[in-house]
């Protein structure tokens, strides 16, 4: 009998993302839970999966510029394409604020796009980001394409939006 998505603990689930490359049962854990279903359907009609269901969030939240239809999952050109665009708290030239480099996802393509995007939505849900939200007001922040490569000038300057989820780590 397969346990349902409504089931995942979600503190252990960032657990093993964080811990993945570290950690067999990790791996284990992460790719069981990956492919929990939801009890929804896909637009094809196949059960969507809580992978399925993570992309589809990502996309909504921070595939803006990706033209992605409302249901479409972000695929991993979309899922690198918005990953150095992720700050923690302000768009500073601090490494630890930039996201992807915290997190050391030096490359994300086919092998790992699913589980950073895993990792930002587990974090922003049960991780250090959903604490530091809720204690000190850092949030979440998508700034422009490529920070590394901008001026002071142009960090400084740039367009940013915060991204929240629904409080209480609500599905």
């Known amino acids: 009998m397969a346990s349902m998505a409504k089931d995942i603990d979600v ?12 950690s067999e049962e990790c791996q284990d854990f992460y790719y069981q839970v990956m ?11 196949s059960d ?6 993570i ?3 990502y996309a909504v939240l921070f595939c803006e510029d990706a033209n992605l239809e409302p249901g479409e999952k972000a695929g991993p ?3 690198a394409d918005t990953a150095d665009r992720l700050y923690i708290g302000n768009a500073g030239y601090d490494p630890e604020h930039w996201y992807r480099m915290k997190y050391h996802f030096p490359v994300i393509d086919d092998d790992n796009y699913d589980r950073f995007a895993a990792l930002v939505l587990s974090d922003m849900n049960s991780g250090p980001l959903h604490d530091a939200a809720i204690n000190d ?3 979440l922040v998508v700034g422009e394409a490529d920070p590394l490569h901008m001026t002071a000038k142009e960090r400084k300057n740039q367009k940013v939006k915060g991204v929240n989820l629904p409080s209480g780590g609500e599905q």
């Open 11 to 22: 503190k252990k689930f960032y657990d093993a993302i964080v811990n993945f490359q570290n």
């Open 35 to 45: 492919d929990m279903t939801t009890g929804r359907k896909n637009k094809s009609g």
């Open 48 to 53: 969507e999966t809580v992978r399925d269901r």
């Open 55 to 57: 992309l589809k969030a």
């Open 77 to 79: 050109q979309e899922v």
């Open 137 to 139: 007001g850092d949030t």
